[in-house]
């Protein structure tokens, strides 16, 4: 967009040299004019003499109102061409603009990018600790499952021996 816009400014500059070199045109057809026209009026002095000379001043002014004519059907090219460029940098300035904004957007968005990163790295390694917990705690249901049934084991155990222990006393106290 840089180059894009340093183009413009060549362009506008390259236009008002071209409208300066019609400007000098159209003075030099002017001036030309103004010769022809003094030429004339010398050609008339002369009266029979300058009838040749008058001729040659009357192409001469027939030249410059050509050139004149030609020079001002340039300058309106020149001045909607300067006008278009210019139109054309102003263009070309918004574009360099807008690029220079979605340059900006899409810096935010990576910022944002790298922060969803972060967090979805941030949840896997905390997914990882909740999913030792969870083995940990497994581990020690799956230990404390085996106390309870030892524990089951053991109270049946003592309950049988009291039982027992029961019969041997009503055994004794009946002897």
Do not use: P
Request: one cysteine or more; charged letters at 25%.
């Amino acid at each position: 967009m840089t180059g894009l816009h340093e183009r413009m400014r060549q362009l506008q500059g390259k236009s008002h040299e071209i409208g300066q070199v019609v400007t000098l045109v159209e003075n030099v057809s002017y001036q030309t004019k103004l010769l022809a026209i003094n030429a004339s009026v010398e050609a008339a002095r002369a009266g029979v003499a300058g009838k040749g000379f008058a001729v040659v001043a009357q192409e001469v002014r027939a030249l410059a109102a050509r050139s004149e004519s030609a020079s001002r059907r340039i300058q309106a090219i020149v001045e909607a061409s300067v006008a278009e460029i210019d139109e054309g940098g102003l263009v070309a300035e918004r574009a360099a603009t807008a690029v220079r904004q979605a340059d900006a957007e899409i810096e935010a968005v990576n910022r944002i990018m790298g922060e969803i990163v972060d967090l979805v790295h941030d949840g896997q390694s905390r997914s990882r600790e909740v999913l030792d917990i969870t083995r940990d705690v497994e581990q020690a249901a799956t230990g404390n499952a085996r106390l309870v049934e030892q524990l089951s084991e053991a109270s049946a155990g003592l309950r049988d021996q009291g039982d027992s222990l029961k019969r041997s006393v009503r055994h004794l106290e009946f002897c």
